[in-house]
Structures are given as C-alpha cells and as structure tokens.
C-alpha cells in the first residue's frame, strides 16, 4: 500500500508596517540655536574673563607686595627709631667712660640720658675689676640707674642677677660691638626687657683693651605700645619675633615672652606657619600667604630681619581686605555679564525663530505628508536661500510621492492579479493530478510511491497513474515549459489528452504520437512538454514505454545496483504533429523500483548556484536498505533537500517510484510525507 504526499506552497504575508508617530520635539531648532550660540559667548566671556581676573589678581598681588614691602620699610624705620633711642643712651656713656668721667660725672651723665630718651628705662655700667684699664680706677665698678616715678634713681650696687649671666660673658669674651639680648623679665622694674649692651675700653699699657660693658633697656611694653600704633589697612597688625622665634611684640599680650611661633603653629597643626617662623629666625626676607591664628582667616605675611639685631619683624593683613575691591568688581561684572547674556538669548531667539519660522512650518507639513497626506498646503518659497531650496524640494517630493504612490498602486493591482492567476493554476495544476494513486496502484498489486513539491511559482510538472483495460498500470510523468496560468492550462490539456488516447491505444508510444498531433493543433502560445509514457503489467513486470523529450527513468535492481535507463529521448510534444516515437519494452525483476522524475530534482540549486545533478541522484538511488519506492523517495528528497539548504527553487519537484511485485513487496507500505 502506498500513500500519496504532496507539498504547497505558502504565501507571505507581509509585515504591517506601524503608522508614523512624529516625535515630540523637547527643544527646537530655534531653542537649541539659540542656546548654543549664546553658550558660546558665554564661555568666551567667562575665560576672557576669568583670564582677566588672574591676571588682575596677580598684578593686584603684585602692587600689594610693592605697597607692603614700602610699608614695611616705614614700619622698620620706626622700631628701629625705637631700638635707635636705646641704642644712643648706651653710646653716650660709653663716650663718657672711655673720657675718664668720674663717679659724679657719670651719674649726672646717665641720669640727663635716660631723662631725655622717651624708651630708655634704665641703664647699668659694670666693669671688670680684674683689668687695670678700668676708666674709673679705684671708684666702684658699677653704676645702675633706672627711671621711676618721673626721675632717675642711680645707685653702687652689685650686679643684678638678670645681668649678671651676659656681663660675664662680656668679660670673658669681650664685645667688640653693641648686641641686643635676648628678652627677660627684669624684677627690679618688674616687667619684660631687653638689653642694649656696648663694650667699653681702657688704656693698658699703651694697649686698648676692654674694660667693662655699658647696657641700656628697653622695656617690651613700650615696643608694644609703638606696635600697636602701627596699622596695616583695618584688621592687618605687626609682631616681632627674637632669635629663637619667642614673640617680643604682638597685638596678642597674652603670647609676647610666653610663646614662641613654632608653639603656635604646632598647637594649630599649621606647617605653613612653621615654615615661616624657619625662615624669620633665619633672617630671611619674604612675601607667603597663611592662615592668620589671631584673624583666623587667609592673610598674607611680609618679614623682614631687623637691621642691627637678630630679631624679624612680621606685617599680617587679611587677604579680604587686599582683594575686597577686586571681588566686588568681579560680582559687578558677573551680575552685568549675566543680564547681558540674558538679553542677548533674547535677542538671538527673536532673530532665530523669525529665521526658522519657515522651517518650523515645513516640520508640520512634512508630518502631515507622513501621516498620508499629500494633498496638505505647502507655502511656496519666499527667496532662493537654502529654505527656500528646502520648500521647493518638499514641493516636487510631495509630486514625486503621489507618482510613487500611483506606480505602488498599479503595481499592487498587477501582483493581485498575478496572485490570483497563480491561485487558478495551482487550483488547475492540483486538479488534474491524482488524488490517491498509491492506494489505487495498491489494486492490482503494485506498490507506488509519488512526490510533488511546488515551487514559488506555478510550473507545469504532472504525472499519471491509472489502470488500463487489458489490466496494466498507466504511469506517465511530464513537465510543460513556462509558467503561470499558461502552463497549468497547457498540463491540463495534456493530463486529459493523455487519458482519452490510453483509453484506445494500448501502445504508449502510440499515446504520444495521438497526443503531440492534438498538442500542435491547440498549442497557440507555442509551448512545448515533455512526457515519459509507460505501461507496466503487474505480473509480469513487463514495462512498454515511450519518451517525448523527458530525463531518462532510473532503475534500482534488487541487488542494491542503479542505473540510468538507456533510451532515446525523442521530441517534445507539441513541437511537429507527425513525429514517430518508438515504442521500448523490457522487463523489470523482481525487487526492482522505477524511479520517474522531473528537471526539477536534477536541476535543483544551492545558494552557490551548483546544481544537483544525475550523478547525485545515481549515487543516493545506490544508498543500502531501500527496499520500497517510498524509501527511494524519502532518500532523494532528503538528499536533494541537504543540497539545496534555504536557497528558494524555481522548478516544480515531483517523483513517481513503482516496483515490480515480489514476494517482499506485496506488503503495505506507508508513503514519504512531504
């Protein structure tokens, strides 16, 4: 028993395509014009600007380091007139003891210099009893003389205990010129000095030779007093710092002997100010900027070493104040400049917006024209610049579209028609092609198995399977050239042709003679088909047969063998009406398949346009274990698949396998599914 399978073709539909949704704009073209432009002035004029303002900050910084270090020098010349006064009452002494001035003399000496000096608390003479040079020879060794109660005390004491450590030194290493002490607190006047001190000399043995020292003190509340009075700008202030960094004046009472700048900075964690203590007591000269611990806030520092001693004197001034002026400019120019922008995104957007109006109209007709509809207004250009190009353009698109769309339209009514032309001849082609001829083979005892696969387009490939009256089994398998409804009406014609001339005559090469004559008559289109013819008689595998044009038939022996048969191929029907086809007989044996079949299994192509060829075929017909036609099928339609892959087929494939009754055959066999 064989079963009939067949395969058709399926339609594509088209995917819908979803209707235009024009986007919403967020920011026009004005807007973003506009913006861009008035951003680019504005980064021109903020670095333009910051540019300016660095520089002006440097030049500004500049000025004030000028201004400052002049300041300063004003500010030295005071303290130095200070240290100056001190200095004057020591010298004078000096010059008086190095005269020979008695006891007397000298008192009244010291006593008129102290009185007359507005910083000179008091003044000590002491000299070395050791030396024979001493100016007052036998008179006592030491005169003290300090101010009190608006008058001068002076006094033959002992050395006091403040002194006493710098006199020896003086003694035991002379002085050869005047030096400032390092401050302490003096108890007979009860606050904090420092001593001015000059070596004095004598004559000993015609040889000057030091004899003594001559020391003035200066009192540190008086520095102070002088400091104080020294301003710089409103909040700026000045100190001074000994050699050793320890405050000898400052605005900060509470830090003068009590804290040296290193204390300070270390206590506030502020290596910046230790750097700059570093460089004072090294006498270094330098503008840095700070962190200020009295103003707390930035500042900037000038320093400078004190002429004549080991002290530095600092200027601090807070940098609010150097650069208060330069800030207010700055927000002025902020405030105008952003106004100024303001007016100018104004401006550009008024002057952009009357410029892009036009566009901004062609916008919505274009949307519009997307949306379908052709027939909405478009202003005609108003002058030849690039919109007036861009509106003319949308003017002859919009022509061009409606002549696509007439065009798109016909060429939907032409593929409409085409499609429903190939609907008929399908409908045509499977009418005419049996229904079941496995089943009806399977009457007389013959197994059949039959393959027809469609190809995109509609072809002209048909094939028979019928009983004779004198008990043969018709088989007949063509395929007409062309395609389309022509081709399906000419394998229609010859489908019925067929019949009716094997109904009365039993020779199939006779068929062909009957049908060819018919086929010239009716063949208007001058289409032609070719037709393998035969008849098989089920029990004695006799196989007469004809061939107008057709691929030779394939025979697969019992034994596995396979071989083309070898046959004239004869003219194609339709072509001249007195054409003589020879009749051919042989005999099949027992297991033997007949394997009939179209140019569409041979010619079949890959997407490397190679064609699958009769050697192919010969060589998947010789494959073990086909031992049915259905099995002989199923292994050439897999093969031929294989070949071809997803490469789209433009011929018809179609197979008719029959096989000669044996004992191994008379069973039921299903037949290959498409």
Avoid at 185 to 201: C, I, M
Avoid at 576 to 600: F, H, K, M, Q, S
Wanted: hydrophobic share 45%.
């Amino acid at each position: 028993m064989s079963i009939e399978s067949k395969q058709r073709s399926a339609g594509n539909t088209p995917a819908g395509v979803p209707a235009y949704s024009p986007m919403h704009v967020r920011l026009g073209l004005a807007a973003r014009l506009s913006l861009t432009l008035v951003g680019a002035v504005a980064l021109v004029f903020v670095t333009a600007f910051y540019y300016d303002y660095q520089k002006s900050h440097q030049h500004m910084l500049d000025s004030v380091n000028a201004v400052i270090a002049g300041l300063s020098g004003a500010i030295i010349g005071n303290v130095q007139g200070i240290l100056a006064d001190v200095m004057e009452v020591a010298s004078k002494l000096t010059q008086s003891l190095e005269q020979g001035a008695d006891i007397e003399a000298l008192r009244a000496v010291a006593t008129d210099a102290v009185m007359d000096s507005s910083y000179c608390n008091a003044v000590t003479i002491v000299l070395d009893s050791r030396s024979s040079a001493t100016p007052l020879q036998s008179q006592a060794q030491m005169l003290n003389c300090r101010y009190s109660h608006s008058k001068v005390d002076c006094d033959l004491t002992g050395v006091s205990a403040h002194l006493e450590p710098m006199i020896q030194d003086s003694f035991s290493k002379p002085l050869k010129q005047g030096i400032w002490s390092e401050p302490f607190l003096n108890p007979d006047a009860g606050n904090a000095v420092s001593a001015y001190t000059l070596p004095v000399y004598g004559m000993q043995n015609g040889v000057q030779v030091a004899a003594g020292t001559v020391s003035a003190e200066l009192s540190l509340s008086s520095l102070m007093s002088a400091i104080e009075r020294l301003r710089v700008f409103q909040t700026g202030y000045v100190f001074i710092l000994s050699g050793d960094g320890r405050y000898l004046a400052h605005l900060d009472p509470q830090r003068v002997l009590s804290e040296t700048i290193f204390d300070v900075a270390r206590f506030q964690k502020n290596p910046n100010l230790f750097d700059i203590g570093q460089r004072m007591i090294r006498g270094e000269t330098g503008f840095a900027a700070l962190w200020s611990p009295y103003l707390h806030k930035p500042a900037r520092i000038y320093f400078t070493p004190l002429p004549g001693t080991n002290w530095s004197i600092g200027v601090v001034f807070g940098e609010e104040e150097l650069f208060a002026n330069l800030e207010t400019l700055a927000g002025e120019v902020y405030l105008i400049g952003g106004i100024g922008l303001l007016l100018l995104l104004a401006l550009v957007i008024l002057i952009v917006r009357r410029f892009t109006r036009p566009l901004l109209v062609l916008t919505e007709k274009s949307v519009a024209i997307a949306g379908g509809d052709l027939d909405v207004a478009i202003p005609a250009p108003r002058a030849f610049d690039e919109v007036g190009v861009l509106t003319q353009s949308f003017l002859e698109m919009r022509q061009a579209l409606r002549q696509q769309l007439d065009t798109l339209a016909e060429a939907r009514a032409a593929q409409a028609r085409i499609d429903n032309e190939l609907k008929i001849a399908r409908g045509i082609q499977d009418s005419f092609l049996p229904r079941n001829p496995a089943e009806l083979a399977a009457q007389g005892g013959l197994e059949v198995a039959t393959w027809f696969q469609p190809a995109r387009e509609v072809g002209g490939d048909l094939f028979q399977c019928f009983w004779l009256a004198d008990g043969r089994l018709f088989l007949g398998i063509g395929d007409v050239a062309g395609k389309s409804v022509p081709a399906a009406l000419m394998m229609a014609v010859t489908t019925t042709l067929v019949k009716a001339m094997a109904a009365t005559t039993p020779d199939p090469a006779g068929v062909l003679e009957q049908v060819n004559r018919e086929l010239c008559v009716l063949n208007e289109r001058l289409l032609f088909v070719t037709f393998f013819a035969a008849a098989l008689h089920p029990e004695t595998g006799k196989l007469t047969f004809g061939n107008a044009g057709h691929n030779p038939p394939l025979i697969r022996h019992a034994d596995g063998s396979a071989e083309f048969m070898d046959i004239a191929a004869g003219l194609v029907l339709g072509v001249e009406p007195n054409w003589t086809y020879t009749p051919v007989a042989l005999c099949l044996a027992p297991g033997d398949i007949l394997l009939l079949y179209t140019d569409g299994v041979t010619e079949a192509m890959n997407a490397a346009g190679e064609c699958f060829d009769p050697r192919r075929l010969l060589e998947v017909s010789r494959e073990p274990e086909i031992a049915s036609p259905h099995q002989l099928i199923e292994r050439v339609i897999a093969a031929v698949t294989a070949h071809a892959g997803l490469a789209e087929q433009s011929d018809d494939l179609t197979l008719l396998a029959v096989a000669h009754p044996g004992a191994a055959a008379k069973s039921t066999v299903r037949s290959p599914t498409p």
